[in-house]
């Protein structure tokens, strides 16, 4: 037997699961991997946007999305792709072992399903670099299935929704069940894709996580939370953990020829793949003198005045002091990844943004050395 209770939360479901549809409707972000109402969705450009928005702003996104379609425009484009140039392209997005996933993945969808991803959850977690997050956005936004999207986003307006308590924010399995509901009420009107979507917008324009506005919600009516964020709060009382510090050198090497030593690092690991430039072991007191790379030893390098390069990764924050020297090694005696690059170019050779911080404090006093 039905209870009172599962009557009244299917009441409110459809209601609510209504009410953010036609917001949606009128207020959808317009973004340039998403499709209007009754176009076919391209499977591989919703593939490239979910991995590029993983862990990363839409505002950040956009620029590279574009970039990526224009130069491969289809999976069998970029499956081809050189691994270099497409490392090159994702400069600055962070998060790089993505980019290897994407490359992978590609291949993966091209030479074994023909250029047309999967819509089983199966199939596509088996691919690199998908999980269950990003199974659900395809199998949804992709190809208009019934799936459980549930990012942070989701989990926020569902506890606002549905408990209005900070505890509410501590199980991800309760607030992930409560989210099915509302999926299987937009599976029941035929708009999985469109749900995934319109939570995805109103948490990220109206249900935020400081200061909602909650006067434009259309969901107002139906959530024990509006006007009142406070309830939100961790019960810690919002006390956030002390952020992990590194430190460590960064080593601007001239060459004869004016040029620049870079290496590209190894394949897996912090920044893995990447260019950059010679560094020295990050560790978690500043070391005086830091050791740069063993081959690099004898040469007499200087500190920059004021050259500190700070950068914040996922899990702790770094700083850098950069060392300036000029090299008289020839290009034969370098080991193994590393490489002399044209100063004047070094813009277009793919640094990731920790080094571009590196080459703008750097590069104006190599200029002014000569």
Known sequence: MVSVEQIDRADKVASAGQALLRWYDTHARVLPWRYSSGDTPDPYRVWLSEIMLQQTTVKAVVPYYEKFLDRWPTVHHLASADPDELMRAWAGLGYYARARNLLACARIVSEKWGGVFPDNETDLKALPGIGVYTSAAIRAIAY?????????????????????????????????????????????????GDMAQAFMDLGATVCVPKSPRCGICPLFLHCPSKGKPELLKPSNGGARGVRHKRFGAVYWVIGGDNSVLLEKRQERGLLGGMTGFPVSEWTDKPAQPPSPPEFLAGIPFYRVSRGQVRHRFTHFDLALDIFMARSPFISESLPQNFFWHPTVSLKEAGLPSLFVKVFNLAMPLHLSTG
């Open 144 to 192: 208009n299935l019934p799936a459980v999207v549930v990012d942070g986003n989701v989990e926020r307006v569902m506890a606002r929704m549905h408990t209005g308590l900070a505890s509410g924010l501590k199980s991800k399995s309760i607030l992930s069940d409560f989210a099915k509901h509302y999926y299987s009420f937009a599976a029941e009107v035929g708009r999985s």
